[in-house]
């Protein structure tokens, strides 16, 4: 089955710090993709960035950017240079390989990192 | 991208009544999605809305509780049926773009409704 774990329900971070928030992922498939989602308090849902399994390069999104580590299978979240707004709840999914074999590709979610970014 | 709506972005609902949320896609999508959030909660996929067929239903989620519909590749429906307090929650539209090549590194949501159930 697959997993995804968030082990800190709540982080602080003071403004211009950087941050990361771990994520950790169980599956058996060799082909899977990985996201991070902000959630701000009004509720939608803002992709923040994408890591595929067979990617060899960390991605990034400007100020984001994704520490993978395969064998390890974590897939942290780094935010450099914090701001007052991205204080939000953030989410790491996980879309698994039954969408490479034709299925549906719905993704799995973790519990979630609420950060609060202090003045 | 894909820029997804909802409607309506909240609502007060009685307990036993029934409210359908639409969903609207500014482009064809391959797989659409509705997700639900209850309060402090991650979120949890009620079901996947197959286009010309039935939707498909994850555990714990029923098609008399929550009927899908998804008449085109742009558009679906969620109803809540029945609706008490434990429905109280956000749910989530959401979809895949279609594209020739893999497009699997991309998933979008709609801004969520925000439902309470009295």
């Keep these: 089955a697959q997993k995804i774990t968030q082990t800190q329900p709540g982080m602080f971070v003071q403004e211009k710090e950087a941050v990361t928030l771990d994520c950790t992922y169980d599956t058996s498939d060799q082909s899977y993709g990985l996201f991070w989602y902000k959630q701000p308090s009004s509720g939608e849902m803002i992709f923040l960035i994408y890591q595929g399994s067979y990617d060899e390069q960390n991605a990034t999104e400007g100020r984001y950017s994704l520490n993978f580590q395969k064998a390890r299978k974590s897939a942290n979240l780094v935010i450099s240079a914090s701001q007052l707004g991205d204080s939000a709840m953030y989410f790491c999914a996980m879309r698994g390989g039954r969408v490479y074999r034709g299925s549906q590709g719905n993704l799995i979610f973790g519990k979630g990192t609420k950060l609060s970014v202090k003045p | ?118």
Aim: one cysteine or more; hydrophobic letters at 30%; a neutral charge.
């Design chain 2, 1 to 118: 991208s894909a820029v997804i709506s909802q409607k309506p972005s909240r609502d007060i609902c009685q307990r036993g009544t029934s409210l359908t949320i639409q969903c609207q896609v500014d482009s064809q999508v391959t797989m659409m999605f509705w997700y639900r959030q209850q309060p402090g909660q991650s979120l949890t996929l009620i079901a996947t809305a197959n286009q010309g067929s039935e939707a498909t239903y994850e555990s714990g989620f029923v098609i008399d509780k929550f009927p899908i519909s998804r008449p085109n590749l742009t558009f679906s429906t969620l109803t809540v049926s029945n609706m008490s307090p434990e429905d109280s929650s956000i749910y989530l539209c959401s979809a895949t773009p279609r594209s020739g090549g893999s497009s699997y590194n991309e998933q979008f949501f709609g801004p969520g409704t925000r439902l309470t159930v009295l």
